[in-house]
């Protein structure tokens, strides 16, 4: 079990930021792909970005590209993503996952690839 544990979600206006973030042990984290997904009422869970257990690589969904930016602090057994000039769209429950095998540098894009999650946090943008 990963024991991963969201926060730093909210309330924000349009164009507004805010920094999640994604706390695991050790062991849950080492040699670990992560990435961060988000779901909307009434619809599928979808990949915001994801990252490499090295760091070095980064992938993330189209529509949040230039605004938002993953990272992950080893020592630290975290994981962030900072959300600028946020919309209404980004609107969502966000969790972050761990991908189901460890892996150093490729990002995973799908859903499936990933086998533990947090409880999410919950991301509302009012217009």
């Known amino acids: 079990q990963a024991d991963l544990v969201e926060s730093g979600g909210g309330l924000v206006q349009a164009g507004g930021s805010l920094r999640l973030s994604c706390t695991a042990s050790a062991r849950a984290f080492n040699t670990y792909p992560m990435g961060w997904f988000r779901q909307a009422p009434g619809k599928e869970r979808e990949l915001v970005g994801a990252?490499?257990?090295?760091?070095?690589?980064?992938t993330y969904a189209d529509s949040v590209k230039g605004r938002f930016t993953i990272s992950r602090n080893r020592a630290k057994n975290t994981m962030s993503l900072q959300m600028n000039n946020l919309k209404p769209e980004d609107t969502a429950v966000y969790y972050c996952?761990?991908?189901?095998?460890?892996?150093?540098?490729?990002?995973?894009?799908?859903?499936?690839?990933?086998?533990?999650w947090g409880q999410g946090t919950e991301v509302t943008v009012s217009s």
């Open positions: 990252i490499s257990w090295s760091g070095g690589s980064t």
């Open positions: 996952a761990r991908r189901r095998l460890p892996d150093i540098d490729t990002t995973y894009d799908r859903a499936g690839d990933y086998d533990q």
